[in-house]
């Protein structure tokens, strides 16, 4: 049985996971005046500093990564959902509690046409000066760098377009996990070990880690227990919000409607790829960041997006080297690791539920897969010689790997059981009221980057619900 804290009259929500999507819940509901009980299948509260497994080490860029017993995690997750293709990259990363605490939650802003997919993105949007203040952006300041990085004649002559193909952009305004010559006041680090730290001091929040989650029994007045794998809660619960992720969330919504089904999901393949770059690139970019440049890429295949990042700003474990390898850190300099969001059309991949078997599956198309690799470094190599500030042209691009799975999205949103969409207008689980789900699963396909499109959508949601509770005509 799990032993939770008793005795008051404030009303109770359990949240399900400790991803972003988990976070913003907790904080809105905090200042609701809720009493807020976090159930995580990792453990915040058993963290160290040592990573056992090396050859994984460049995977574990968040603090929670780095407890001693997280590759017993991994490999229980795997054991237990059944990953049938190696292509499935991002285990610790859905172990862990989503995208957020694998790369520590970078922030960029959502396109507006991406935005005007939903009929109320003017309230959505209107959540911004809440996420701003809770990721530590000032409020006046966030846009200021970035009008003086756009307006360099270094930047300039990267974004003058001269191929319909392939081209530089102006990325959306991006909050990066640095200070930028002091322009950002604050690291705007938004993981959980961060994050649960500061929620830990609201008396009203409470933390359980190893919970993971397996299903829940309702009682009386559409309230909830929890049903981990440790046992039953001894707590009620007036709401519930699942926000495990999109591959957490999909299998406990799937199993508790007792599907028996594929769960489709939507994500896209990344590619990454390293070219040698020359010491006057790195010169005349000195002090500018360059992931706030989107390379543009149209093929065939469909349009993807990229960027780039300086070798030498990554940590050796990306390339799972030594940090003590002085001559390698030296090299690194002289280097450049690229990204591309592949078109979804390279993979198929889905949730297979059957009773209590769960499988995850993903395979990938190669042979247009490898065709496009060799199209976007030709077009890569030409475009390069067009642009001076990367001195001589580039002959060729060194891929890293054939990609990893990244930003899965929308398994539930067009999920339907007996022809009715298993997830209504209020977030809400069919046939189940209060139970609700707040994360990637639920959110419209077509988004490059969803992490801060995420934090305002659940605020937004979760101010929703508290709403409801007066208005019932929520739509």
């Not at 952009?169 to 680090?189: F, G, P």
């Amino acid at each position: 049985m799990i032993i939770l804290s008793t005795k008051t009259n404030m009303k109770k929500i359990a949240i399900i996971g400790s991803g972003i999507s988990a976070l913003i819940v907790a904080k809105v509901f905090l200042k609701a005046k809720y009493k807020v009980y976090m159930f995580d299948s990792g453990n915040f509260n058993n963290e160290s500093n040592k990573a056992k497994n090396k050859k994984d080490t460049f995977k574990l860029l968040s603090s929670k990564f780095l407890q001693d017993k997280f590759a017993n995690e991994i490999n229980r997750f795997k054991k237990k959902y059944k990953i049938l293709n190696n292509d499935f990259n991002l285990k610790s990363a859905l172990v862990s509690g989503g995208l957020s605490n694998y790369w520590g939650a970078g922030i960029e802003y959502p396109s507006y046409d991406y935005l005007k997919k939903y009929s109320n993105y003017k309230s959505i949007i209107k959540e911004n000066r809440e996420i701003k203040k809770i990721i530590g952006i000032p409020f006046d300041d966030d846009t200021k760098y970035f009008d003086f990085f756009y307006k360099q004649n270094v930047i300039q002559n990267i974004l003058i377009k001269r191929n319909k193909k392939i081209f530089f952009e102006k990325s959306n305004l991006a909050v990066r996990q640095i200070d930028i010559k002091d322009q950002i006041k604050k690291n705007t680090i938004f993981n959980a070990s961060s994050q649960i730290k500061i929620l830990k001091k609201n008396k009203y929040f409470y933390y359980y880690g190893n919970k993971h989650v397996v299903s829940f029994k309702r009682c009386k007045k559409n309230a909830y227990k929890i049903i981990s794998e440790q046992g039953e809660s001894d707590s009620i619960f007036d709401k519930v919000i699942i926000s495990a992720g999109t591959i957490g969330s999909s299998i406990l919504v799937g199993k508790l409607l007792n599907l028996k089904t594929k769960i489709k999901v939507l994500h896209h393949k990344m590619l990454v790829f390293i070219f040698f770059a020359f010491k006057n690139m790195h010169r005349s970019l000195k002090g500018y960041d360059l992931p706030l440049l989107r390379l543009v890429y149209k093929s065939k295949f469909g349009a993807s997006k990229g960027g780039f990042i300086f070798s030498k700003d990554l940590d050796n474990r990306f390339f799972n080297i030594d940090n003590k390898n002085f001559l390698f850190n030296y090299l690194k300099k002289f280097f450049f690791i690229g990204n591309f969001f592949m078109p979804t059309n390279f993979t198929n991949s889905y949730i297979k539920l059957d009773g209590n078997k769960t499988k995850i599956i993903t395979s990938t198309n190669k042979k247009p897969m490898n065709l496009y690799k060799k199209k976007l470094t030709e077009e890569l190599s030409n475009l390069l010689k067009f642009n001076k500030i990367f001195g001589l042209p580039i002959k060729k691009s060194f891929f890293l790997q054939n990609g990893s799975d990244a930003h899965y999205t929308s398994s539930l949103l067009y999920l339907r059981k007996n022809n009715k969409k298993i997830i209504n207008n209020k977030s809400e689980i069919i046939g189940y009221k209060n139970l609700h789900v707040i994360d990637g699963s639920i959110i419209k396909p077509g988004i490059s980057f969803p992490t801060y499109f995420i934090m305002l959508y659940s605020s937004y949601l979760s101010k929703q619900i508290l709403k409801n509770e007066k208005n019932k005509n929520f739509n």
